[in-house]
């Protein structure tokens, strides 16, 4: 059985992203994106853009391999528009890396909380954009180094999608 904690932050995640969307379509000029992630781990994602090559990418998503751990992430992505180009395809196509951070929660066989772990993520991934849809399809892979309780290396990987709102 999930926690209250576990119940509790994907819906607060969820929330705040929704809520700060008015906000963020303002300053970033490709608007929110919200959409859904699958492999390891699989759930929300949600990601806005700083400006032209920059954006913050959160996730709320259970690691289904793990006994279905429950985690949350935050990245800040640096695009690079040129890196990629494929002749007649109708879209963009940025490559993006960079670092962020992920609290994964951790429950005991009995149902209770055990030490969360707390890890530095280093993105790597491609991005398609088709152009003239508000559309989003990514595909990345993300070294892990947990450094709290113990120090661990993981990988995660992940395909998905976003719905973009605003201009």
Do not use: C
Request: avoid cysteine.
């Amino acid at each position: 059985m999930r926690s209250l904690k576990q119940k509790t932050i994907p819906v607060l995640a969820v929330s705040m992203a929704v809520s700060a969307a008015p906000a963020l379509r303002a300053e970033a000029p490709s608007g929110l994106g919200l959409g859904a992630m699958v492999g390891e781990p699989t759930g929300l994602t949600a990601k806005w853009w700083l400006d032209n090559d920059a954006a913050i990418d959160v996730g709320a998503a259970w690691a289904l391999s793990d006994d279905d751990e429950f985690q949350l992430h935050v990245d800040y992505l640096v695009h690079r528009h040129d890196w990629v180009s494929i002749p007649d395809l109708q879209a963009y196509t940025p490559v993006y890396f960079g670092v962020g951070a992920r609290v994964k929660f951790e429950e005991d066989d009995r149902g209770k909380d055990d030490d969360d772990v707390v890890g530095i993520r280093f993105p790597v991934g491609i991005a398609l954009r088709p152009h003239d849809t508000p559309l989003e399809f990514f595909a990345e892979l993300v070294p892990i180094v947990d450094v709290a309780p113990d120090s661990e290396f993981d990988l995660n990987a992940a395909v998905g999608g976003r719905y973009y709102f605003g201009k």
